[in-house]
């Protein structure tokens, strides 16, 4: 169970990214977050796993505080959040077997994951995690020779090594185009139902939402304008969240 309590984070600017957030996501869900740009949805994502500090709130993880742990109580806590991001975050040098293995970072020795020493049973894991997302035989390319598609893929096996019991996916088809984009959401929606792995992923386009969610959670502002099921968002709450002018796909 994720909990977040009266979430706020305001940037040294002043900027205010989130202003008072609360909701709680059950084991298991696939949640859709959803805003306009800037709103605050990969903030709100980066806030859960401390990528980016909180200013004030709580957030609550399986009875941890995650707000209030630093140091290896939050490794810990860490180790069970997968993170897929927009723009890959891949090391554009390294094979893709490398790449995915660098999801085991938080259980192996730190010396030997520099040295490129990851224990058999670990390898297998990358192999079988590459496999599962249609890329198998790209274990040994260099990441960089790799398509949009196929290097979001390799983020979600990465995420996978971690053996995560919650995935945040930040904007992870925005820069792809429409049909990878149903390739990518495909395979969120087969590892939640299959494995059970509780989802939050950021998203524009609500024919998406409609299709893969269980829930829509929806940013405006920084504030909580919605959150119920997709088929819920009529035209009155598009524009609530959206504003007037924009368009409604889907």
Not at 34 to 62: A, D, F, Q, V, Y
Not at 70 to 80: F, H, T, V
Not at 149 to 164: D, F, H, N, T, Y
Not at 224 to 248: C, Q, S
């Amino acid at each position: 169970m994720l909990k977040i309590k009266n979430l706020t984070k305001v940037y040294e600017d002043g900027t205010v990214a989130l202003k008072d957030v609360s909701f709680e996501v059950p084991d298991g869900e696939f949640v859709a977050v959803i805003g306009l740009s800037g709103s605050g949805k990969s903030t709100l994502l980066r806030c859960i796993n401390r990528l980016i500090e909180p200013t004030s709130g709580e957030i609550w993880w399986n009875g941890i505080e995650l707000s209030g742990v630093s140091g290896e109580e939050l490794r810990r806590a860490r180790r069970q959040i997968g993170m897929i991001f927009q723009h890959f975050n891949l090391v554009n040098r390294s094979s893709v077997l490398t790449n995915v293995l660098s999801g085991r970072l938080g259980y192996v020795n730190p010396i030997a994951s520099v040295l490129g020493r990851f224990p058999q049973e670990d390898i297998k894991r990358a192999h079988a995690s590459l496999a599962r997302v249609g890329i198998g035989d790209k274990a040994e390319n260099r990441a960089d020779e790799l398509s949009g598609g196929q290097r979001q893929r390799v983020g979600i096996a990465r995420a996978l090594m971690q053996e995560p019991k919650m995935i945040l996916a930040d904007e992870p088809v925005a820069s792809l185009d429409p049909a990878l984009a149903h390739s990518i959401m495909r395979h969120l929606q087969q590892i939640n139902k299959e494995d059970k792995i509780t989802v939050l992923c950021s998203l524009h386009f609500l024919d998406l939402v409609q299709q893969y969610s269980t829930r829509a959670i929806a940013l405006n502002q920084g504030q909580l304008v919605f959150d119920g099921t997709p088929k819920e968002i009529n035209d009155e709450k598009f524009i609530e969240i959206y504003g007037r002018e924009a368009e409604r796909i889907g």
